[in-house]
């Protein structure tokens, strides 16, 4: 059973930064891969970022040259750097996988894809 533990997240400034962590475990494979995604009330999940075992990285465009992902492979865990944050990135952020999502390429941003989600962390950006 594939599980996802987050950490990180808070309430910021705009213009802040957060850091967000995501461990897993329960990989069958060595193959593997992790999106970010992140839903305010009322509207549907956004992907945020995406990131393979094999260092292939995928971007939001409304979060392109702020955010960054980041993995370590043997740790098996993903980082979200998020830099210069503005109060449209309010939202509740996850991360996300599956056992088939290293596969997923261009297709990453869909959350119906995703079978193991994290528990959700809160990012505020507020003056």
């Known amino acids: 059973q594939v599980q996802l533990v987050e950490s990180g997240g808070g309430s910021v400034q705009p213009g802040g930064s957060l850091r967000l962590s995501c461990a897993a475990s329960g990989f069958t494979s060595d193959r593997f891969a992790i999106g970010w995604f992140r839903q305010v009330p009322g509207k549907k999940r956004e992907g945020v970022a995406f990131i393979s075992s094999t260092g292939e990285t995928y971007y939001a465009d409304s979060v392109k040259g702020r955010f960054t992902i980041s993995g370590d492979n043997a740790k098996k865990t993903v980082s979200l750097q998020m830099n210069s944050l503005k109060a449209e990135d309010r939202a509740v952020y996850y991360c996300?996988?599956?056992?088939?999502?290293?596969?997923?390429?261009?297709?990453?941003?869909?959350?119906?894809?995703?079978?193991?989600w994290g528990q959700g962390t809160q990012v505020t950006v507020s003056v």
């Open positions: 996300a996988t599956d056992e088939a999502a290293w596969r997923f390429g261009g297709t990453w941003h869909y959350s119906r894809l995703y079978d193991y």
